[in-house]
């Protein structure tokens, strides 16, 4: 008999906790992860939205006669491209990438386009590691984009070299997008490692713009480099906070809203302290702006603000149950909100 009363008040337990988990994730929007940060300054966060049309460039065989430019342009000057690698270039080693000399903006910048679904090297780059496999600099870092980032160092080390000692008041600039964000963040960590091989550069001439970032070094590293590296995040973009290896993601049987689910109820079990203490887990680099253009229950997008701090204590921890977690992802809405959100900020000046 107490058996066969038990079992009510089991199935009581389990519904409730399953009604708790469904109201802290359906609560659980993406202005939460940045609420308490303070308002980016706008020319601090004037180079982002160019520095997406430049990654954006990227994929255009001849920028003379683009075929995807927006509406305005990629403000660009053909004549100031140094170099272009293609995968051909790479031979799979690292993504596509430009070298462009910008002299409007004093900036010296190395662009790298994201993932390519349909090219296996990419995914042979971005697979290649296991959770903090490997140790750089006191911390740990993803190892395809870390192998990725000192290819590109060693390929480019002359040019670059160069260019900073024929410049010297410019600065020298890596941005990149999803797979090539994580690239980019790495080299940017390579080179301030390395600085006597770019003529001894000081540091804080260099800097990185890691858009859509993936999770790709340990958070004592995060922290150590947000002198350098800048993180841009669109409202609900999955993949910054997304802790899973990113091999677990592509090698999934599960679609990828599926997967985000399955995930955001595992991480709500976990208490946020014991996942911080983990020294290996990665997080999303640097300084983090956080485009915040959607309220919650409140239909349609609004004048985006920009929110910016480097949290010392986690970084976008928890997935957001929404339909915009994947298209956030995309540089072509973050380039337009960036752009919206800087336009808003000049208004007000």
């Known amino acids: 008999m107490s058996i066969i009363c038990g079992l009510p008040l089991v199935e009581c337990v389990y519904c409730l906790a399953c009604v708790r988990w469904a109201w802290k994730r359906c609560l659980h929007t993406a202005g939460h992860d940045s609420e308490t940060w303070g308002f ?17 460039a990227v994929y255009e065989d001849d920028l003379r006669n683009p075929l995807w430019a927006p509406p305005g342009g990629y403000g660009i000057n053909p004549d100031w491209l140094l170099l272009r690698k293609t995968y051909k270039d790479t031979r799979g080693r690292a993504p596509p990438y430009i070298l462009y000399l910008d002299h409007d903006h004093a900036d ?17 780059v971005l697979l290649d590691n296991k959770l903090g496999k490997r140790k750089f ?36 600039t890596f941005a990149g997008h999803s797979l090539g964000s994580g690239v980019a963040a790495a080299l940017s960590m390579v080179v ?5 091989r770019l003529g001894n550069i000081e540091r804080k001439r260099v800097r990185c ?37 990113l091999e677990d993601i592509f090698k999934s049987l599960f679609c990828l809203p599926c997967l985000l689910c399955l995930r ?6 976990i208490p946020e302290e014991k996942m911080l203490k983990d ?21 349609g997008r609004f004048p985006p603000v920009v929110r910016t ?26 380039e337009k909100e960036a752009q919206r959100a800087l336009d808003v900020s000049l208004s007000t000046l």
């Open 209 to 245: 713009y890691a858009i859509a970032p993936a999770r790709c070094m340990s958070l004592n590293l995060a922290v150590r480099y947000a002198d350098v590296i800048n993180s841009v995040v669109l409202q609900d973009d999955f993949l910054p906070r997304t802790a899973t290896p």
């Open 279 to 299: 020294p290996r887990r990665l997080y999303a680099p640097g300084r983090l702006y956080h485009i915040v253009e959607r309220k919650p229950f409140r239909l």
């Open 108 to 124: 010296i910048v190395l662009a790298i386009r994201g993932l390519n679904l349909a090219r296996e090297s990419d995914y042979a």
């Open 264 to 269: 955001c109820m595992r991480d709500t079990c």
């Open 137 to 172: 600099d006191g911390g740990y870092v993803h190892n395809g984009l870390l192998k990725a980032a000192g290819w590109v160092m060693d390929a480019e080390c002359e040019i670059l070299r160069e260019l900073v000692e024929k410049y010297p008041n410019y600065t020298l």
């Open 192 to 196: 301030v490692q390395n600085r006597d």
């Open 40 to 56: 980016a300054a706008t020319q601090e966060f004037e180079p982002v939205p160019r520095l997406c049309r430049y990654i954006l």
């Open 309 to 334: 701090a480097v949290p010392v204590d986690g970084r976008f921890e928890h997935i957001v149950l929404s339909c915009n977690a994947t298209s956030d992802h995309a540089i072509i809405w973050i």
